[in-house]
Structures are given as structure tokens and as C-alpha cells.
């Protein structure tokens, strides 16, 4: 079994869907069950992940390697460092709790509900996996069907323009990444992404290849300016939708980053560094006065997830200025290091900002932050949880939150001070449009009657809530076996950026 | 004389031509309530018929009758396929047929003929050969777009399909003629041999924009389009899924006989020219399939932009472009014979099915359906991992290759274009509401759910394993 772990994480829940999908809208029940084993099962299985990776070892393990099309030596290879290892197990983690979450919130059509889910679930786990550039792009694009599917069903009132904004600006991303990978091929014969590493390439071409890779995954991330997709999504989309979208399908983007943009066309991004810093910056500051003055609080949140990625991406390319600037090691391993625990910590916290948004909306239907106010008076349980996702949302040390952030900025303190000083800005605006949004929702009067009989959140609820609250918590206090598991991999991708290849 | 080993070669166009044309007495004698018969009878002479495709496939290429006929990988792949679509046709075609009065026994024996037209354009190796397919392929077509004959749209589509058709065969002719008269070759490998010695050279490339512009029409690239939406909506569906499929076969088979077999030599030449009609087509037909409201139009121009993807891999003018572009032709006959068959599985006596709104809110209806049809839909926009994805991988490929890589662009920013109309028709199945007051009926033949849900099924298995189909591919290039 240990052979094909990761083709059993991969295939699992997408072979899981077609039982749900046979349970039919007639047995509502069945399908929920059904689905729920399924994901329960993958994150079982993900949990061996944790004994069978060696975090001391750099490189890929647990490789699997079938040639899949011999005629464009494509292959079917897998293969996780510690960062694919962190990251799948978010996924699996957040792949339970979204059931947990839509149990009887998704009335209509239920089984296509779970099973887009599902399929959703293995199609992301087979991203983290994928090794072979190819297989990489199929799971990539894969993704956005059952995305689109759930978006386009289960969506607010403008679901139809936002899901088809989402899939056609994903797309649009992806397909000139695609022309990339096509023109790597022919180069080198092979589209493993090991060898593709190793491929030497002029300036110029990188420099290509660099913004081809760039527009992909600055569409997923997303960066500013293509970030105006995620607000319209995340609004319209699903509570689940959301929480995936968030949690895990957004750092699909830094991954991106970090499995191409790195080691294929490292002097490019050396070169271009600052655009991406910038742009980082931009996202932290800028985005996060917009999400000032939002007054939908899904929109609110999502808006801040933009800027909290500013900080991956910003984590990832000061990485360049300090290696091959300064030649400071150390201080780029801590700013891939945050940028990595953030971009997990980031997974746990703003799904479970969703989830809780998830919770009011159920019981109002409405997103609309005036609508609210003293909602702490009649849901006491909920208003710990979101106090407490609230505080992690704005960086409070001890949650996980504080951890990712704080690294990124002491790391790129040591490349330059103005760069750690407007980042910094982060920790009073997030903590301004994070509380503001607390205080309008949470305190103050009952004014609205429709809130006086709100109850507090269920069983089921305090389930998923209490899971994230959870992993929130234990990230914070005690980030050290997140750390350890991408350490080694981290020292490597910190070498792979000092290596030129002109 | 033709001696035994010639028959021998061409005997599987010898058993269709010998079975149609009993078919064709045998039609004559039966009662209408016999005709089913006449569908099963069809249908098995057409698997005869690839079953000798298969089984005397000669290694490499043998000729018949003097160079007029070429067997090899080539046209074997082709006309399995083409055979394969009509098949397909004649499963989803019979309950509309029926439900329209138009069971008939013209539309099997034309049928036939039409796949004897296709067999022979796709194994011509004489010019004049080329033109004899073509003729008995497109004058089976004019007949079976008229079908209908109370139809005024049929009519029209009939009309203006015939005088297009008889305008491109014309053209064909008189390059053809051109290029006899510079190098006074006729076969096309005598004409692969005169060409670097031709005293005329400009002639050449005059006779050569002439065949250019009659594939371009056969094929329905921009701007030699105009007969296709019109064409398309206006056929029986049946009639149109054949058109959308054996015809494409066919249409790339003669591409690929003219142009690279005859011209081979001169590929410098019509590289350029189809390049360009390659950006006109996926302009044309991915931009002006937007603002369609019936889907029988709009998968016309969907065509018209995938046939452009088809000569990305065309101007490649080599092995792996070719076999890219058959591939692609592969692949787009099952895409479009899955998309079509929906369309026939949900009309009935007097109901189309083939606007977009017809559609709304299918997957409450009938999800199994909308399933399909999202398939069939997802693999045309070329959506990893269905087929046709994979199928656009290769030909950019090919194009990027051929150190067109702005022409690999052009695709891509294309293939963006082209996947909201595709993405606006699962949008109405799925996200809109059924309308009330309508209702969705699905024909109850039980051979054709089966058989359509096992070709939908496949653009999802080819696309998770196309190892083998290409290598088929790329074999009938090599030597």
C-alpha cells in the first residue's frame, strides 16, 4: 500500500464520487454518509504520510514513476518533499470538515454537492503530487471544473457571472503557461520537473518562461491586478466552495512558485523579483484598505486572504534579493519558512473565517454586515470561535497566524528595512478591518430582531469550528513539527536559488 | 489491366461499393415496416467493411491500379474512424429519422455512398482520384442535407451548400489543372518528383493557391466558411453530425494527400497560406460562435475554430504535424458525434432540441444527459483531462516546433475566447432553472443511450490514456 500512497490519496476520493453520485438525489442520507467515509478514509491515509516521509531526506519521496504517453515521454510521477506533505494534509483536513459543514446546509442536489467535492479534494491532492510538468498542468486545470460546477449551482444570486469569471480567468492564466511548458519540452526532451531544472537557459528565455509562469500563478494566488476574481467567487460561491477556495486551492498559486518559477528560471526571477515584491506589497497595503471598507463580510475576508498572500509571495521572492544579493542564507530560509507556514496557517484561518460566515448565513441569509450587531448576546459559543479566528486573522501571537507573518518580515528586514516596514503595515491594518469587523458583528446592541433569534451553533457546527480553532491554536503555540517537516526541503529550495543557469 | 492483387487491395472499398448497391435493390423490395432491417443491414456492412480495413493492412504503403489508389496507415486510421462515425450516425440518427418520417432507405444507401466517397478521397493517389471521392462524397451530401425536402431551411441549406460545394470543386478543378500544366504530372507522386524540376514555377504557385482555396472550403476554414452555420442548422441533425465528422475525416485526408504527398516539396508556400487561414478561422469562428442562440450554429463555428486548430498542426509540414492534426481530427469526430448525439437523444416528433435555451436546467431532467453533453462540451474547449485537451496540446506543439510560436499564441488566446461559449452552454444546463411549460423527453432507444454514453465516456478515457491512439497516429507517418 505504501508504494501507491499517493496514487490512493489521489484516486480515492475522486473513485469515491461515482457511489456517491449513485446514491441519486433520492437518498439524500446515503450520499452524505457515503461521502463522508470517503474523506474521512483519505485523511486517514494522508495521516500516514507522516511516518513514511523522513523530513531529515531532501528531495522527493515516496516516488511513483509509470511512463503514462510514450510517445511525448509524459509520465505518471508523483513524489512529495515536506512542503507537498504540509499541504496535503490540509487538504484532507479541510476535505472532512467542508462535508461536516454542507451536512444538511446543501438541500438541493446533495450527492452532486459531496461528489464535486470529492473530486475537487483528489484533484488538489494530485497537484501537491504531480512531478511530471503535464500531469501537473492536467490536475491544475482539472480542478477548475468541479470548482465551476460548484460555484455555478450552489452560488449566491450572481453565482453565473462569478463562476464563469473564476474559469475563464484561471484559464487565461494557465494556458500561456502551458505554451511555456510546450517550449520546455522541446528543449529538453521531458517534462519532469527535475530535469527541467537542470535545463540550461539564456536570460532571455527565462525571462519569458518567467512571465508565463507568472500570469498562472499571480492569477491563482491571486496578486494584484488579477486578484478581482476572488472577491466575486468568494461571495457568490458555497460556504464549502469558499472554504476550499481559501484554505487550500489559493496556495496552490505559491506552490506554483515554488515548483516552477524557482528552480526552472531561477536568474528570471532573480531578475524580476521586485515586480513580484512589489506587487506583494501593493496586495498587503493596498488590499488590505479595501477590505477596510467592505461591507460584506464575505468580501471582507476575502479581500484580506489577497493580502495575506502578499505575504507568501513577498516571503518567497525577498528569498532571491537575499541569496543572491547578499548572500544571506539563513535569512532567505526564514522567509521561505514563513512563507510556507503561512501559507498553512492562512488555510486553517480563513476557512474557518468562512466556515463561521457560513454559520450566520444559514440562519439570516444575508452577508451584509449591518444586518448583524450583538450577535456575542444570543450565539455565545459562535463569538468565541470568531474572536478567536478574528484574532488569528490579524496576526495575534499565539495563534497560527502571528507565526508565518512574523518570519516573513524579519527576513526581509535583513534584505531591506523599508520592504519589513510596509509589510509591518499588515499588523495594524489586518488588526483594523479584523476587529472592525468584530466589533459591528459581534457587539454592541441587538438591533435587528431577526438576530435576537439567532441559536447558538449545533453540534455539527462546533465540530468544524472547534477542529479549525484547533489546528489554529497548535500551529501558533507550537509551530516546530510544521517547521521540522519543510525544513530539509526548504535548505534545498534556498540552494536551488543560488544556482545560476546562464 | 487490373489484375487480382489491385482488387485485392482496394477490397473493402470493392465489398462497400458491391453491399450498398444491393442495399440499394434490397430497399426496394421492403416493406416500410422492414426497413429496420435495413438499419442493422447498414450497420453491419459498415463493420465488415472496417473489419477489412484491419485485417489485410499491408506493412508500409502498396498501390493499386497504376498509383491511382494508395493503401496505408494513413487512410486506415481515417477511414476507421469515418467508418466509426457513421456507425455512430446511423445509432443516433434512427429515432429522429423515424419521429421526422424520414426512416427512409436514401438516407442509407447515400449514406453509404458518402462513406465509399470518403474511402476513396482518403486513399487517392492520382489527382483525378482526389476529385472522384470528392465528388461522390459531396453530391451524397447535397442529397442528404435535402432530405427534408418540406422544409424550407433544408432547402435553403441544400441550395447553398450544393452551389459553395460546385464553386470549390470548381476551383480545385482549375488548380489542378494548373499544376498539370507545370509539371504535367497527374499522379501524386510523379508530381512529388516534377516539382523541384518544373520550369514553371509560378504557375505552381498559382495552381497551388487554387487547391488551397477548394481544401480551405471542404475543410470550412475562414474565410471559405459561409456554408457551414447555414449547412449545419439547417441539415437533419443526423445528416449534420456525419457532415461535423466523416466529412472533417475526409477533408484532412485530402488536406494531407494534396497538400503533403503531391506538394510536399512546396511546403514553404502553403505553410504561410495556412497559417493564415488558421488565424482567420479561429477569429472567425471562436468570436462570432458567441452570439449564437442555437447550438446547432453554434457547434458549427465551434467547428470552423477547431478545424483552424487542425491546420496548426498542418503547418507544421512534417511527421509530427501531420500526425498531430490527424489526431486532431480524431478526436474532434468523437467530440462532435458525442455533442450532436445529445442533441438527437433529446429531440422528438416535432422539437428540435437545438436552441441553447432548449437546454435550461437539463440537469434536473435528465443529469445523466447534461452529463454527457458536459463532457462532449469540456473536451471541445479542450479542458484537461478530457481528449480534446490533448488534442490542442499536440497541435500547439506542432505549430511551436515549426518555429511558429506567435501561431501557437494566436491558439491559445483563442482556446480562452472559445471556452465561455462552451462554458455558457453547461451554464444553462446546469445553473439555470427548467422552464415551465417544457419538458424534456428522451428518446427511449436503448442502443443509442448505451452507445452515446459509452462515446461521451471515452473523450474522458482517451483523455486519461491517448498513449496508444497517437502512436497509431504517428505510425501511419512514419516512412
Given at each position: 500500500?505504501?508504494?501507491?500512497?499517493?496514487?490512493?490519496?489521489?484516486?480515492?476520493?475522486?473513485?469515491?464520487?461515482?457511489?456517491?453520485?449513485?446514491?441519486?438525489?433520492?437518498?439524500?442520507?446515503?450520499?452524505?454518509?457515503?461521502?463522508?467515509?470517503?474523506?474521512?478514509?483519505?485523511?486517514?491515509?494522508?495521516?500516514?504520510?507522516?511516518?513514511?516521509?523522513?523530513?531529515?531526506?531532501?528531495?522527493?519521496?515516496?516516488?511513483?514513476?509509470?511512463?503514462?504517453?510514450?510517445?511525448?515521454?509524459?509520465?505518471?510521477?508523483?513524489?512529495?518533499?515536506?512542503?507537498?506533505?504540509?499541504?496535503?494534509?490540509?487538504?484532507?483536513?479541510?476535505?472532512?470538515?467542508?462535508?461536516?459543514?454542507?451536512?444538511?446546509?446543501?438541500?438541493?442536489?446533495?450527492?452532486?454537492?459531496?461528489?464535486?467535492?470529492?473530486?475537487?479534494?483528489?484533484?488538489?491532492?494530485?497537484?501537491?503530487?504531480?512531478?511530471?510538468?503535464?500531469?501537473?498542468?492536467?490536475?491544475?486545470?482539472?480542478?477548475?471544473?468541479?470548482?465551476?460546477?460548484?460555484?455555478?449551482?450552489?452560488?449566491?444570486?450572481?453565482?453565473?457571472?462569478?463562476?464563469?469569471?473564476?474559469?475563464?480567468?484561471?484559464?487565461?492564466?494557465?494556458?500561456f503557461m502551458l505554451i511555456g511548458l510546450i517550449y520546455l519540452y522541446l528543449k529538453a526532451g521531458s517534462w519532469d520537473l527535475h530535469t527541467l531544472s537542470t535545463l540550461p537557459l539564456s536570460l532571455t528565455e527565462q525571462s519569458w518562461l518567467f512571465f508565463a509562469f507568472l500570469i498562472a500563478f499571480a492569477v491563482k494566488v491571486p496578486m494584484v491586478p488579477v486578484h478581482t476574481w476572488l472577491p466575486d467567487a468568494h461571495v457568490e460561491a458555497p460556504t464549502g466552495g469558499s472554504v476550499v477556495l481559501?484554505?487550500?486551492?489559493?496556495?496552490?498559486?505559491?506552490?506554483?512558485?515554488?515548483?516552477?518559477?524557482?528552480?526552472?528560471?531561477?536568474?528570471?526571477?532573480?531578475?524580476?523579483?521586485?515586480?513580484?515584491?512589489?506587487?506583494?506589497?501593493?496586495?498587503?497595503?493596498?488590499?488590505?484598505?479595501?477590505?477596510?471598507?467592505?461591507?460584506?463580510?464575505?468580501?471582507?475576508?476575502?479581500?484580506?486572504?489577497?493580502?495575506?498572500?502578499?505575504?507568501?509571495?513577498?516571503?518567497?521572492?525577498?528569498?532571491?534579493?537575499?541569496?543572491?544579493?547578499?548572500?544571506?542564507?539563513?535569512?532567505?530560509?526564514?522567509?521561505?519558512?514563513?512563507?510556507?507556514?503561512?501559507?498553512?496557517?492562512?488555510?486553517?484561518?480563513?476557512?474557518?473565517?468562512?466556515?463561521?460566515?457560513?454559520?450566520?448565513?444559514?440562519?439570516?441569509?444575508?452577508?451584509?454586515?449591518?444586518?448583524?450587531?450583538?450577535?456575542?448576546?444570543?450565539?455565545?459559543?459562535?463569538?468565541?470561535?470568531?474572536?478567536?479566528?478574528?484574532?488569528?486573522?490579524?496576526?495575534?501571537?499565539?495563534?497560527?497566524?502571528?507565526?508565518?507573518?512574523?518570519?516573513?518580515?524579519?527576513?526581509?528586514?535583513?534584505?531591506?528595512?523599508?520592504?519589513?516596514?510596509?509589510?509591518?503595515?499588515?499588523?495594524?491594518?489586518?488588526?483594523?478591518?479584523?476587529?472592525?469587523?468584530?466589533?459591528?458583528?459581534?457587539?454592541?446592541?441587538?438591533?435587528?430582531?431577526?438576530?435576537?433569534?439567532?441559536?447558538?451553533?449545533?453540534?455539527?457546527?462546533?465540530?468544524?469550528?472547534?477542529?479549525?480553532?484547533?489546528?489554529?491554536?497548535?500551529?501558533?503555540?507550537?509551530?516546530?513539527?510544521?517547521?521540522?517537516?519543510?525544513?530539509?526541503?526548504?535548505?534545498?529550495?534556498?540552494?536551488?536559488?543560488?544556482?545560476?543557469?546562464? | 489491366?487490373?489484375?487480382?492483387?489491385?482488387?485485392?487491395?482496394?477490397?473493402?472499398?470493392?465489398?462497400?461499393?458491391?453491399?450498398?448497391?444491393?442495399?440499394?435493390?434490397?430497399?426496394?423490395?421492403?416493406?416500410?415496416?422492414?426497413?429496420?432491417?435495413?438499419?442493422?443491414?447498414?450497420?453491419?456492412?459498415?463493420?465488415?467493411?472496417?473489419?477489412?480495413?484491419?485485417?489485410?493492412?499491408?506493412?508500409?504503403?502498396?498501390?493499386?491500379?497504376?498509383?491511382?489508389?494508395?493503401?496505408?496507415?494513413?487512410?486506415?486510421v481515417l477511414k476507421l474512424f469515418a467508418i466509426l462515425s457513421t456507425i455512430l450516425v446511423f445509432i443516433y440518427g434512427r429515432p429522429y429519422m423515424v419521429d421526422r418520417k424520414l426512416f427512409v432507405g436514401e438516407f442509407y444507401t447515400l449514406m453509404l455512398f458518402a462513406v465509399i466517397g470518403v474511402m476513396l478521397l482518403v486513399s487517392a493517389g492520382n489527382l483525378v482520384m482526389i476529385y472522384l471521392g470528392l465528388e461522390l462524397l459531396t453530391l451524397s451530401s447535397y442529397a442528404l442535407v435535402a432530405?427534408?425536402?418540406?422544409?424550407?431551411?433544408?432547402?435553403?441549406?441544400?441550395?447553398?451548400?450544393?452551389?459553395?460545394?460546385?464553386?470549390?470543386?470548381?476551383?480545385?478543378?482549375?488548380?489542378?489543372?494548373?499544376?498539370?500544366?507545370a509539371t504535367g504530372a497527374l499522379g501524386l507522386a510523379q508530381l512529388h518528383e516534377a516539382i523541384p524540376h518544373s520550369a514553371m514555377p509560378h504557375l505552381l504557385v498559382f495552381g497551388l493557391v487554387f487547391m488551397v482555396i477548394g481544401v480551405a472550403f471542404k475543410l470550412g476554414v475562414a474565410p471559405f466558411h459561409m456554408w457551414i452555420p447555414d449547412v449545419y442548422e439547417g441539415s437533419p441533425t443526423a445528416v449534420t453530425t456525419f457532415i461535423g465528422s466523416a466529412s472533417k475525416l475526409a477533408a484532412?485526408?485530402?488536406?494531407?494527400?494534396?497538400?503533403?504527398?503531391?506538394?510536399?516539396?512546396?511546403?514553404?508556400?502553403?505553410?504561410?497560406?495556412?497559417?493564415?487561414?488558421?488565424?482567420?478561422?479561429?477569429?472567425?469562428?471562436?468570436?462570432?460562435?458567441?452570439?449564437?442562440?442555437?447550438?446547432?450554429?453554434?457547434?458549427?463555428?465551434?467547428?470552423?475554430?477547431?478545424?483552424?486548430?487542425?491546420?496548426?498542426?498542418?503547418?507544421?509540414?512534417?511527421?509530427?504535424?501531420?500526425?498531430?492534426?490527424?489526431?486532431?481530427?480524431?478526436?474532434?469526430?468523437?467530440?462532435?458525434?458525442?455533442?450532436?448525439?445529445?442533441?438527437?437523444?433529446?429531440?422528438?416528433?416535432?422539437?428540435?432540441?437545438?436552441?441553447?435555451?432548449?437546454?435550461?436546467?437539463?440537469?434536473?431532467?435528465?443529469?445523466?444527459?447534461?452529463?454527457?453533453?458536459?463532457?462532449?462540451?469540456?473536451?471541445?474547449?479542450?479542458?484537461?483531462?478530457?481528449?480534446?485537451?490533448?488534442?490542442?496540446?499536440?497541435?500547439?506543439?506542432?505549430?511551436?516546433?515549426?518555429?511558429?510560436?506567435?501561431?501557437?499564441?494566436?491558439?491559445?488566446?483563442?482556446?480562452?475566447?472559445?471556452?465561455?461559449?462552451?462554458?455558457?452552454?453547461?451554464?444553462?444546463?446546469?445553473?439555470?432553472?427548467?422552464?415551465?411549460?417544457?419538458?424534456?423527453?428522451?428518446?427511449?432507444?436503448?442502443?443509442?443511450?448505451?452507445?452515446?454514453?459509452?462515446?461521451?465516456?471515452?473523450?474522458?478515457?482517451?483523455?486519461?490514456?491517448?498513449?496508444?491512439?497517437?502512436?497509431?497516429?504517428?505510425?501511419?507517418?512514419?516512412?
Amino acid at each position: 500500500m505504501f508504494n501507491h500512497l499517493l496514487s490512493l490519496l489521489i484516486w480515492l476520493p475522486i473513485v469515491g464520487a461515482v457511489p456517491v453520485l449513485l446514491a441519486g438525489s433520492g437518498r439524500p442520507n446515503a450520499a452524505r454518509w457515503i461521502a463522508l467515509l470517503m474523506a474521512i478514509l483519505t485523511f486517514a491515509i494522508s495521516l500516514f504520510l507522516i511516518p513514511q516521509y523522513n523530513p531529515d531526506v531532501a528531495g522527493m519521496q515516496l516516488v511513483e514513476s509509470h511512463l503514462w504517453i510514450d510517445a511525448l515521454n509524459v509520465h505518471y510521477s508523483l513524489g512529495v518533499d515536506g512542503i507537498s506533505v504540509a499541504l496535503i494534509l490540509l487538504t484532507t483536513f479541510v476535505g472532512i470538515l467542508v462535508i461536516v459543514g454542507a451536512w444538511e446546509v446543501i438541500q438541493d442536489k446533495p450527492h452532486q454537492y459531496m461528489a464535486a467535492m470529492l473530486v475537487l479534494e483528489g484533484l488538489m491532492i494530485g497537484v501537491f503530487c504531480a512531478t511530471d510538468a503535464l500531469l501537473f498542468y492536467a490536475f491544475f486545470e482539472a480542478m477548475l471544473i468541479p470548482m465551476f460546477i460548484l460555484i455555478g449551482i450552489w452560488g449566491g444570486p450572481r453565482r453565473v457571472y462569478a463562476t464563469l469569471k473564476f474559469f475563464i480567468y484561471t484559464f487565461f492564466g494557465s494556458i500561456f503557461m502551458l505554451i511555456g511548458l510546450i517550449y520546455l519540452y522541446l528543449k529538453a526532451g521531458s517534462w519532469d520537473l527535475h530535469t527541467l531544472s537542470t535545463l540550461p537557459l539564456s536570460l532571455t528565455e527565462q525571462s519569458w518562461l518567467f512571465f508565463a509562469f507568472l500570469i498562472a500563478f499571480a492569477v491563482k494566488v491571486p496578486m494584484v491586478p488579477v486578484h478581482t476574481w476572488l472577491p466575486d467567487a468568494h461571495v457568490e460561491a458555497p460556504t464549502g466552495g469558499s472554504v476550499v477556495l481559501a484554505a487550500v486551492m489559493l496556495k496552490i498559486g505559491g506552490y506554483g512558485f515554488l515548483r516552477f518559477s524557482l528552480p526552472i528560471v531561477p536568474d528570471a526571477s532573480h531578475q524580476f523579483a521586485w515586480v513580484v515584491i512589489l506587487l506583494s506589497l501593493i496586495a498587503v497595503v493596498y488590499i488590505g484598505y479595501v477590505a477596510l471598507v467592505q461591507e460584506d463580510m464575505k468580501k471582507l475576508v476575502a479581500y484580506s486572504s489577497v493580502a495575506h498572500m502578499g505575504f507568501v509571495t513577498l516571503g518567497v521572492f525577498i528569498a532571491f534579493m537575499l541569496v543572491r544579493d547578499q548572500g544571506n542564507t539563513d535569512a532567505a530560509r526564514l522567509g521561505l519558512q514563513g512563507a510556507m507556514v503561512q501559507m498553512i496557517s492562512h488555510g486553517f484561518v480563513s476557512g474557518a473565517m468562512f466556515s463561521c460566515i457560513g454559520v450566520m448565513y444559514d440562519r439570516l441569509h444575508t452577508r451584509l454586515i449591518k444586518d448583524y450587531g450583538g450577535v456575542i448576546n444570543v450565539m455565545p459559543w459562535f463569538g468565541f470561535f470568531y474572536v478567536l479566528f478574528a484574532m488569528a486573522n490579524c496576526g495575534l501571537p499565539g495563534t497560527s497566524g502571528f507565526v508565518g507573518e512574523f518570519m516573513v518580515i524579519l527576513s526581509s528586514f535583513s534584505a531591506n528595512p523599508w520592504i519589513a516596514f510596509v509589510a509591518a503595515f499588515t499588523l495594524i491594518i489586518g488588526a483594523a478591518y479584523t476587529l472592525y469587523l468584530v466589533k459591528r458583528v459581534l457587539w454592541g446592541e441587538v438591533t435587528n430582531p431577526h438576530v435576537a433569534e439567532m441559536k447558538d451553533i449545533n453540534g455539527r457546527e462546533w465540530f468544524v469550528l472547534g477542529a479549525f480553532a484547533a489546528a489554529v491554536l497548535v500551529l501558533g503555540v507550537w509551530p516546530a513539527p510544521l517547521t521540522h517537516l519543510m525544513d530539509s526541503s526548504v535548505n534545498q529550495l534556498v540552494q536551488v536559488l543560488a544556482n545560476h543557469k546562464v | 489491366m487490373p489484375n487480382i492483387n489491385d482488387i485485392l487491395i482496394m477490397l473493402p472499398e470493392f465489398f462497400l461499393v458491391t453491399a450498398a448497391c444491393i442495399l440499394l435493390l434490397a430497399d426496394a423490395f421492403m416493406k416500410p415496416a422492414e426497413r429496420v432491417y435495413l438499419h442493422w443491414l447498414s450497420i453491419g456492412v459498415l463493420v465488415v467493411t472496417g473489419y477489412l480495413v484491419l485485417r489485410y493492412q499491408p506493412e508500409g504503403a502498396v498501390t493499386a491500379f497504376n498509383g491511382m489508389f494508395i493503401r496505408d496507415g494513413l487512410g486506415a486510421v481515417l477511414k476507421l474512424f469515418a467508418i466509426l462515425s457513421t456507425i455512430l450516425v446511423f445509432i443516433y440518427g434512427r429515432p429522429y429519422m423515424v419521429d421526422r418520417k424520414l426512416f427512409v432507405g436514401e438516407f442509407y444507401t447515400l449514406m453509404l455512398f458518402a462513406v465509399i466517397g470518403v474511402m476513396l478521397l482518403v486513399s487517392a493517389g492520382n489527382l483525378v482520384m482526389i476529385y472522384l471521392g470528392l465528388e461522390l462524397l459531396t453530391l451524397s451530401s447535397y442529397a442528404l442535407v435535402a432530405l427534408n425536402r418540406d422544409s424550407s431551411l433544408s432547402s435553403e441549406a441544400a441550395i447553398k451548400y450544393f452551389v459553395l460545394g460546385a464553386l470549390s470543386s470548381g476551383m480545385l478543378l482549375y488548380g489542378m489543372s494548373m499544376v498539370y500544366g507545370a509539371t504535367g504530372a497527374l499522379g501524386l507522386a510523379q508530381l512529388h518528383e516534377a516539382i523541384p524540376h518544373s520550369a514553371m514555377p509560378h504557375l505552381l504557385v498559382f495552381g497551388l493557391v487554387f487547391m488551397v482555396i477548394g481544401v480551405a472550403f471542404k475543410l470550412g476554414v475562414a474565410p471559405f466558411h459561409m456554408w457551414i452555420p447555414d449547412v449545419y442548422e439547417g441539415s437533419p441533425t443526423a445528416v449534420t453530425t456525419f457532415i461535423g465528422s466523416a466529412s472533417k475525416l475526409a477533408a484532412f485526408g485530402m488536406a494531407f494527400r494534396l497538400l503533403a504527398t503531391g506538394m510536399g516539396d512546396f511546403a514553404q508556400h502553403w505553410q504561410i497560406m495556412l497559417a493564415a487561414l488558421a488565424v482567420a478561422s479561429l477569429a472567425i469562428g471562436n468570436i462570432v460562435a458567441i452570439v449564437q442562440s442555437n447550438l446547432k450554429r453554434l457547434l458549427a463555428y465551434s467547428t470552423i475554430s477547431h478545424m483552424g486548430y487542425l491546420l496548426l498542426g498542418l503547418v507544421n509540414a512534417g511527421p509530427e504535424g501531420y500526425s498531430a492534426a490527424m489526431f486532431y481530427a480524431v478526436s474532434y469526430a468523437l467530440m462532435s458525434t458525442a455533442a450532436f448525439g445529445v442533441i438527437l437523444a433529446l429531440s422528438r416528433a416535432g422539437f428540435e432540441c437545438d436552441n441553447i435555451d432548449d437546454f435550461k436546467g437539463l440537469n434536473q431532467r435528465a443529469p445523466w444527459m447534461a452529463f454527457l453533453m458536459m463532457l462532449a462540451l469540456f473536451s471541445l474547449a479542450g479542458v484537461p483531462p478530457m481528449f480534446g485537451f490533448y488534442a490542442k496540446l499536440l497541435v500547439l506543439q506542432a505549430a511551436i516546433h515549426a518555429g511558429m510560436l506567435w501561431l501557437a499564441i494566436v491558439g491559445a488566446v483563442f482556446a480562452i475566447i472559445g471556452l465561455y461559449y462552451y462554458l455558457r452552454v453547461v451554464k444553462v444546463m446546469y445553473f439555470d432553472k427548467p422552464e415551465a411549460g417544457t419538458e424534456v423527453r428522451l428518446q427511449s432507444d436503448f442502443t443509442l443511450r448505451l452507445v452515446l454514453s459509452l462515446n461521451a465516456l471515452v473523450l474522458l478515457g482517451l483523455g486519461l490514456y491517448w498513449g496508444p491512439l497517437l502512436n497509431w497516429c504517428k505510425q501511419a507517418f512514419v516512412g
